[in-house]
């Protein structure tokens, strides 16, 4: 179980009312292993903020975020980076890639850094299986410059589900695609929970709804509803 307990982030702004605005209002919140928790809200709500808070990316300004009993924020950052790359995996919203690197290469690459550097022979099954569940196993060997916007969304959401992480954070992951591959996504996400992981949805898709365990919704930086 992840657990926030009163997690805010506030940011510095000079203004006649205050001298700073909360990005994402103090809130406690939890995620289950097993369960598809989905988060809905306008652009500039907050939801991006809240993810990064709650997967290790960005220090809340108060409050706590526990992983059983780990306080992930009183973790060196070399162990915070440990932890993330072993428990956690993320489908940012921007394009994330290595130029350098093969899509294959770019989608085994998180298991690879803290271990012999060696690509793991169950990791590129994983990652060819989804290749070709998401239409693109013919582009193992191209470089991300080749690809196109939804193509290298793909890639990013191939790479985050290869790994067998412990929650999955998914920040609009289907942005950049068509109505088939979201439909896709959204299954392969429903599954990842089904299969034990926690994982958090940060969605504009309706079609997400009826896949959710729990609903949150976001106004303004505040969680203005659950719904489970």
């Known amino acids: ?109 998180p298991g690879m850094l803290y271990g012999d550097g060696k690509p793991n022979a169950d990791a590129e099954k994983k990652a060819r299986q989804l290749m070709a569940e998401l239409g693109i196993e013919g582009l193992a ?4 410059a080749e690809l196109s916007g939804g193509e290298l969304r793909r890639m990013a959401i191939i790479r985050t589900l290869t790994h067998r992480a412990d929650f999955v954070f998914a920040d609009e992951p289907t942005g950049d695609l068509d109505d088939e591959n979201t439909e896709r996504v959204l299954n392969l996400l429903r599954k990842t929970a089904d299969e034990g992981a926690g994982v958090l949805l940060v969605t504009h898709e309706s079609e997400a709804l009826s896949r ?7 106004d303004a930086g505040k969680i203005t509803a659950v719904d489970s």
């Open 1 to 109: 179980m992840l657990i926030a307990e009163n997690i805010s982030r506030r940011y510095m702004r000079k203004t006649e009312e205050a001298n700073y605005f909360y990005a994402v209002s103090p809130v406690s919140l939890r995620l289950e292993s097993g369960k598809l928790t989905v988060l809905m809200g306008r652009s500039g709500s907050g939801k991006t903020t809240l993810l990064h808070m709650l997967s290790g990316l960005l220090r809340p300004t108060e409050g706590r975020v526990l992983l059983e009993e780990t306080d992930l924020y009183a973790l060196e950052d070399a162990k915070l980076s440990r932890l993330r790359n072993a428990r956690f995996a993320v489908i940012p919203q921007g394009r994330s890639a290595v130029e350098t690197l093969s899509v294959l290469e770019n989608i085994l690459l």
């Open 141 to 144: 060997e191209a470089r991300p």
């Open 212 to 218: 959710a365990d729990e609903v949150w919704r976001m």
